[in-house]
């Protein structure tokens, strides 16, 4: 009787298998997808906030913004609707901007900027800024957004210049939980933003051939794809 087969799988395939693992450890880094929805709030009270030119810390916020950090998601993803549309329905309130997408997590020292530099919902209005997304030992969210308001049905964009038009800044610093919906308030405008971690489906398994097998005793290598098989009377012998 022949001893057991040894499968032996070829040195160039070991060594694809141990660059896909060492690949596989440099991404597997968290993946958040952030949805965010800004507001206006119509009975606000202006407390003096309002100016006819933006204030010192009402400049245009600066950051980083690699474009290949961040995937935005399609409006089919978004999980936050049912919020959306109960801003839309009350009186008092105006969905703005609403957005969703994917990106990774970062420490404080390298985390990047999501742009926010849009025309609001509204056709008339416009937000500017950044929301920053950090993992450190906990989430945090950094909101630094302005609020151009539109006294007119004429579109408007940040300036700095005479005639410009109101800015409201809203700047915040929160510590966030995972699937939580959070709410950063202004007197003006609001923003409720939700972070959830992004789990990739599995991959389906990829059979991979063994290309050579051979045998302890001595015996010829087999071509397993030329193998034949015994038939059912030859096993019962």
């Known amino acids: 009787m022949s001893r057991a087969t040894r499968i032996r799988i070829p040195a160039v395939l070991t060594g694809f298998v141990l660059l896909l693992c060492m690949t596989g450890q440099a991404v597997s880094a968290r993946l958040y997808d952030v949805e965010v929805i800004v507001f206006s709030n119509h009975a606000s009270v202006n407390d003096g906030e309002q100016m006819s030119t933006p204030a010192a810390d009402a400049v245009r916020p600066g950051g980083v913004f690699p474009e ?54 509204n056709g008339r209005d416009s937000i500017e800024g ?13 909101m630094d957004l302005l609020l151009m308001a539109s006294g007119s049905g004429s579109p408007v964009l940040y300036s700095d210049g005479p005639g410009s038009v109101p800015a409201f800044r809203l700047s915040e610093k929160r510590r966030v939980r995972s699937h939580e919906i959070h709410y950063f308030d202004h007197p003006n405008f609001g923003v409720i933003a939700r972070v959830t971690p992004y789990n990739p489906p599995e991959e389906p398994t990829v059979m991979v051939p063994v290309e050579e097998v051979t045998v302890e005793d001595g015996q010829a290598p087999v071509d397993e794809a030329t193998a034949i098989v015994p038939s059912d009377d030859q096993l019962t012998r």
């Open 68 to 121: 290949n950090r961040f995937t935005e998601l399609a409006p089919r993803l978004y999980t936050m609707g049912n919020i959306r549309g109960g801003l839309s329905a009350a009186s008092g309130y105006s969905v703005l901007f609403h957005r969703a997408w994917r990106q990774q997590a970062y420490d404080r020292a390298h985390a990047v900027d999501y742009p926010v530099h849009s025309f609001a919902d």
């Open 130 to 142: 950044t929301i920053r997304l950090i993992k450190e030992r906990y989430l945090h969210l950094d």
